[in-house]
């Protein structure tokens, strides 16, 4: 693999309902998961101001549910993030 190429992994798309949940679980913000793939995801999110750097993502309103995840690039109402342990 050249230097400064990054394989990326296959992406699923989904236009799926979704739940971004803050550290601690509370305040539940509906989102859409445009796609996924096994390390992360891409959403869309009403208000992408409030969003911290960490969240969790999950397809029910249940905040036990759901991934641990790192945001790593927002463009206007999309954001990318990737999954962390």
């Known amino acids: 693999m050249a230097f400064g ?5 296959p992406r699923k798309s989904l236009r799926q309902s979704g739940w971004i949940t803050f550290e601690g679980g509370f305040a539940a913000r509906p989102c859409v998961v445009q796609d996924l793939s096994a390390s992360g ?3 869309t999110i009403e208000d992408t101001n409030s969003l911290p750097a960490r969240l969790r993502l999950a397809f029910s309103r249940d905040a036990r549910t759901g991934r641990s995840c790192e945001v ?3 463009r206007g109402k999309t954001v990318g993030i990737k999954f962390v342990p």
């Open 5 to 9: 190429t990054r394989k990326r992994e």
């Open 72 to 74: 790593v690039w927002r």
């Open 41 to 43: 995801a891409k959403i």
